[in-house]
Structure formats: structure tokens, C-alpha cells
């Protein structure tokens, strides 16, 4: 089997055999010739995004929609996409829907100056010119949007800059408003002027309601527009965390077996965990359906409990990074024990010795490669709905370590209880600050959750990434633009959206699901120019949960408000507490570094933030952050 890394495999998109089928569009000064939407039903490619003519009615899907492709209708697409053709074939048939997440594209025939268009909370003017409109649920409004742009700055990409609701009816847009940024002129093609003569109902009531809000005086006004609905989002996981909720909580196989290290007892056990996954590798039900679990493993977990003290203890569940393990928390423990924290790791699908995974010694590359699902070049390069599942089935083994964890478990086999079912607390790092938000929403067990340097919208996290950028240009085929590699990732985006954190986060603060209506405490942290997770992407997930950022504003963010710490109780009528903190410099080795994706999570001002967040929420029920650099006195340069 051929295989490669998710970041080679990616830029592969464009790829054919031996010819180039699409280089790109000639951005050259057309002299008169005004800039229009690159776009015709019969142009064999998709040219703009979501494309609401893969639409079919099925109901057995929670929206009674699913998404169909036939290459047949798309040569240009089945003649450049080799094995990536199973992403558009088979990925996004399991969908409802479009993304919540996802960007929309238009390609246009000419480039456009991108720094004159507006972007962030400036494109929820009427006058903007582009942007998201929302239809339903609720009044018509417009929703703002990140630009960005590609193919030499032809094509225009619309990031919702909070997640569209799920169930919703939605366009996106670009109006003639903008002919400065495209180059003086900016037109309806025929094409387009045709579409919106006799246009459907759902295009139909997208232009009624930006004439009503003051965006267009008529269709005519219209350089492009794409209307559709979004997917379904959490309704698989609360069907799982009920099925989880009906049944026994799970206990551990045989009893732990402990050892007394100078900092803390470890103990080593294995409980049973259901595996909601079929034969794919993809969870599958329709709706109305229960959950229905289609098999059981062994999944191994490690507990470090405090050497003194009276149990049971308050408990961290610590999420490892990409391509660790449990043995990661160690290092947690080693700072927790002594403070009176238990803390508890278990590993992630493809990850360390998780039965999914086949080689528990395997190198970092070896397990990436499997967590993001890369196979075979030539018949299934990626498969992206098992990519979804990984984070998914993840969540769910870590719902059933809860009811576990839960249960009072006598750990060290004295007699007593070890963990505290009331005070349990959740720390993920990097992969693990990713699965945190579905986790605390689909469970009110957590008190307090942080999440360092997490992500949202995880595809952008796969091509924003600065350290994949010279593997990324190296492995790039000549025959593939780096356009037909842009324009691939918000199809991607629409098939993980569901296992997306983005999507889960707004239901951790606000919105809460009726299965966990307890809303935690959540700290957001971030490094600037993180190599790794990108801003982009911590920013999304930080937006999605709806945090300020707390002071120190060492960078300002789009879609952020920013407040003086020390802030407690600022969510859920004083009872929870969210906010964002930024990190620059860190100390390390008694040598101030400038922090990154790596050292932020256990250096001094790290933890400062993270254990006083958790003990203030243990001690007074609300959590505290406040300016980590000023409770430690770090002068940061």
C-alpha cells in the first residue's frame, strides 16, 4: 500500500495521470471584460461551494436530505481526483447536509484585490458586499465571515466566523456592490442571470430576504449566490450518551495493578468500552434510531493517585496530543499528586494501546497517518467520515471512562472509593484540547474543562499548519495548483463537521443539550503563531464557545471582546466561567523562550493558569482566570 502523510496527501487533490486537466484560470487584465462568477451546472467541476445540486430527498436522514455525486456529472472532478474520488462519492453521501463550519467558495473569471474586501464583524453590514445570510431557524440575518482567498486571488473563500447553526437554511453571497475590489466592473454572468430568472424556491427566498434586509434592491444586484441547507450535528452523540446513560457503568476487567512511584501510586487497568462504529469504521443511524453499539474492546487506562491525604480525590481527565498516549499524563501527575489531585488518561482511537491501533510502538508518523485515515493513493487516499469517527468514537470511549470514573471506584484495593464522581475535571492538550468540547457538551460531569491550544474547523488546522508548509510545497505534484488544493478542504471540512470541535463548542457554555444541561467552567489557551494548531484555528474554537479574552490582549482577534481579569462567573448567571488567555513568553530551564505548541502546557505560567482555574472552581464552585504572567510575577520582555 502506498501511503503518505495527510499533509503530502492533501495537496495530491488536483492531481491527474500525466496531463493537467485544470492548471488554473488566467487572472490577467481582460482590458474591458468585467470580472464574473466562474460558474455553469454543465462545467463538469464544482466551482463554487456548497453546491446545492447534489441535493437528494432520503427520509431516513435527520433533515430527510443526503448528499449525492455521480463523477459521471462531474468529468473534470473524476479526471484529476484518482483516489480522493471516494471523498466526494462515498463521504458525502453519509451527509444531511452541509457544513456548519465550512467555507463557501466562488471562483471568478479575474482576481480581485482581497485586501479591499471586508472581512469579521464588518461583513454583517448590509453594504458589505458579501457574506453569509441565515434564512432559518429564526429571523432572516446576516452572518459574518473571514475572507480569504485563491487561484491567484480569483476565488473567493467565506469562513463563517461563528458556526452556522445546524438544521438551517443558508446562502452565501457575493454582490455587484464590490466592482472596486474586482477590478473596476463586476457583473452577473449569463449564466448566473439565467439561474436566478427562474430560480428555486430556497435561492428564490434567499434573494426575497436580502432585498428585506438591505443588501440588494433585486436579484439583479446578485454577482453570485449559492443557497442550502446545513447538516444535522449532535444528534448522533446524544443518541450514543444515552445509550451510554442506559446502560451499567462499566468497571475495570480484573483489578488494577499499582505501583508507588516518589510523587504518586499509578495504577493500570482495562474496562470494556462499546464501539458504536460498523465494519467502516463509520457510525451509522437513522433517524429516530437508538444508538446501537456493534461491538466491545478493551481499552487500557492509567490512574495516578496522591500518595497522602484522605480520597476520594478530585479527578483531572487528561487528553494526550497527537500521535501520544496516556503516558503522557504523567508529567500532569507528577504536578497534580501533590496537590490532591487523581489523574486519569486513557488513549485515543489509532493512538498508543488502544485496540484500534495496531503497533502500540509505532513512530509518530505511523499513527497520525492511521488516526487521519490516509490509505491507499490509488483507491481510497483518505477517508474522511472514518477521520470524523476517530474524534467521535473517541468522545464516546471517554463518555464511558465517565460513567465509569463515576461509579466510586475503589482503585488501589483498600476498601475505599479513590475518585470523586462530584468533582471531576478535564485537561486536554493539543489532540486532547480538540476533543474537549464534544466531551463537555455531550456530559454535565465535568466541573471545569481546560483546553490547551485546542482547535476548531480541523481542516483548516491540516493546511494552515506552518511546520507542514515546505513538505507541503515540496510534495506538490506540477500538475496540481495550489488552488484545486484550496478549494478541496471546505468539501473536506463538510464531512468532519459532525466530529468538528467547532461544532460542539457553542453547547459548552450556552446552548446546552437537555441530556447535560449543567453548564461548565472553560478556559481557552493560546500561543501566538503556534506552529502546530494554528490561530486560525484556536481562534474558532474560542469563538464557537463564545469566550472573551482575558487580559493580557497580547493580540487583538476578530469576534472577541476582551476583559480585565481576574473574571469569574462571567457565563450561565454566575455560575460558570469562560475565557481565552494568549501566551507569548514562557520561562524554561530559567531561560525565558518564546512559547509555542510544545512548552506552553507545563511551564510555569501554564500551569499557574490551569491549576488555579481548576482549585478555584473545586474551592468556591466558580472558576477564576486571571493574568497568569502577574500571579507569578514573570516580566515577560
Given at each position: ?238 443518541a450514543v450518551s444515552q445509550d451510554i446513560a442506559a446502560r451499567e457503568a462499566p468497571g475495570f476487567v480484573s483489578p488494577p495493578t499499582c505501583e508507588t512511584g516518589s510523587a504518586w501510586i499509578r495504577c493500570d487497568a482495562r474496562f470494556v468500552a462499546q464501539d458504536y462504529r ?360
Open positions: 500500500m502506498q501511503r503518505l502523510s495527510i499533509f503530502a496527501v492533501v495537496i495530491l487533490l488536483g492531481c491527474g495521470g500525466g496531463e493537467t486537466v485544470d492548471a488554473g484560470v488566467d487572472i490577467t487584465d481582460a482590458g474591458a471584460l468585467c470580472t464574473a462568477q466562474r460558474w455553469s451546472p454543465e462545467s463538469g467541476s464544482i466551482d463554487r461551494w456548497p453546491e446545492p445540486a447534489l441535493l437528494v430527498d432520503d427520509p431516513t436522514t435527520e433533515t430527510g436530505r443526503r448528499l449525492r455525486m455521480t463523477l459521471e456529472e462531474y468529468p473534470v472532478l473524476a479526471a484529476t481526483l484518482r483516489g480522493y474520488r471516494p471523498v466526494f462519492t462515498d463521504d458525502l453521501a453519509e451527509l444531511d447536509g452541509f457544513g456548519i463550519n465550512a467555507e463557501s467558495f466562488f471562483r471568478f473569471n479575474r482576481a480581485w484585490q482581497i485586501d479591499a474586501l471586508p472581512s469579521g464583524e464588518a461583513t454583517m453590514a448590509a453594504d458589505a458586499g458579501l457574506g453569509l445570510l441565515v434564512l432559518s431557524p429564526g429571523e432572516p440575518r446576516l452572518h459574518p465571515v473571514l475572507v480569504e482567498s485563491a487561484d491567484e486571488d480569483s476565488t473567493i473563500l467565506l469562513a463563517p466566523l461563528r458556526p452556522l447553526p445546524a438544521h438551517a437554511e443558508v446562502a452565501a453571497f457575493v454582490t455587484t456592490n464590490l466592482a472596486g475590489p474586482a477590478g473596476g466592473c463586476l457583473e452577473q454572468s449569463a449564466v448566473v442571470a439565467a439561474d436566478l430568472a427562474s430560480p428555486d424556491a430556497r435561492t428564490l427566498a434567499a434573494v426575497d430576504a436580502l432585498v428585506t434586509l438591505g443588501v440588494i434592491a433585486s436579484s439583479d444586484d446578485l454577482a453570485a449566490i449559492t443557497a442550502f441547507p446545513t447538516q444535522s450535528i449532535e444528534e448522533d452523540t446524544i460498523d465494519a467502516d469504521g463509520v457510525f451509522r443511524r437513522a433517524r429516530d434510531e437508538a444508538a446501537t453499539p456493534t461491538a466491545s474492546y478493551e481499552v487500557p487506562v492509567t490512574i495516578w493517585l496522591p500518595l497522602t491525604g484522605p480520597g476520594p480525590y478530585p479527578t483531572i481527565l487528561y487528553g494526550h496530543g497527537l500521535g501520544g498516549a496516556r503516558d503522557q499524563a504523567r508529567r500532569v501527575a507528577d504536578l497534580a499528586a501533590p496537590r490532591g489531585f487523581a489523574t486519569v488518561s486513557a488513549p485515543a482511537l489509532e493512538h498508543g494501546e488502544h485496540p484500534t491501533h495496531e503497533d502500540p510502538n509505532a513512530e509518530s508518523l505511523a499513527v497520525v497517518l492511521d488516526f487521519f485515515a490516509i490509505g491507499d493513493l490509488t483507491s481510497r487516499a483518505l477517508h474522511a467520515t472514518r477521520l470524523r469517527e476517530n474524534f467521535r468514537q473517541t468522545t464516546w470511549d471517554r463518555l464511558q471512562l465517565t460513567r465509569l470514573l463515576g461509579s466510586g471506584v475503589d482503585v488501589n484495593g483498600d476498601g475505599s472509593a479513590d475518585l470523586d464522581p462530584d468533582r471531576l475535571l478535564y485537561l486536554g492538550i493539543s489532540l486532547g484540547g480538540l476533543m474537549g468540547p464534544e466531551l463537555l457538551a455531550a456530559t454535565d460531569d465535568y466541573g471545569a474543562g481546560v483546553l490547551v491550544v485546542p482547535g476548531g474547523r480541523v481542516s483548516t488546522i491540516m493546511y494552515r499548519s506552518e511546520i507542514f508548509g515546505s513538505l507541503v510545497e515540496l510534495l506538490r505534484p506540477r500538475t496540481a495548483t495550489e488552488g484545486d488544493v484550496r478549494r478541496f478542504f471546505p468539501v473536506l471540512q463538510t464531512v468532519l463537521d459532525a466530529g468538528d470541535p467547532a461544532s460542539y463548542a457553542p453547547h459548552g457554555l450556552q446552548d446546552r443539550f437537555a441530556t447535560a444541561p449543567d453548564v461548565p467552567s472553560v478556559l481557552v489557551a493560546v500561543v501566538l503563531d503556534d506552529e502546530v494548531v494554528p490561530n486560525v484555528a484556536n481562534y474558532a474554537v474560542g469563538r464557537a464557545f463564545g469566550v472573551p479574552i482575558i487580559e493580557p490582549l497580547l493580540r487583538p482577534e476578530p469576534g472577541f471582546v476582551t476583559m480585565s481579569g481576574p473574571v469569574m462567573g462571567n457565563f450561565a448567571e454566575g455560575r460558570a466561567t469562560g475565557g481565552l488567555l494568549q501566551f507569548d513568553w514562557i520561562e524554561r530551564r530559567g531561560e525565558v523562550v518564546a512559547a509555542d505548541h510544545g512548552n506552553v502546557g507545563d511551564s510555569e505560567v501554564g500551569l499557574e493558569a490551569w491549576f488555579d482555574f481548576l482549585q478555584t472552581h473545586l474551592d468556591t464552585g466558580i472558576a477564576r482566570i486571571r493574568d497568569p504572567y502577574m500571579a507569578t510575577g514573570f516580566a515577560r520582555p
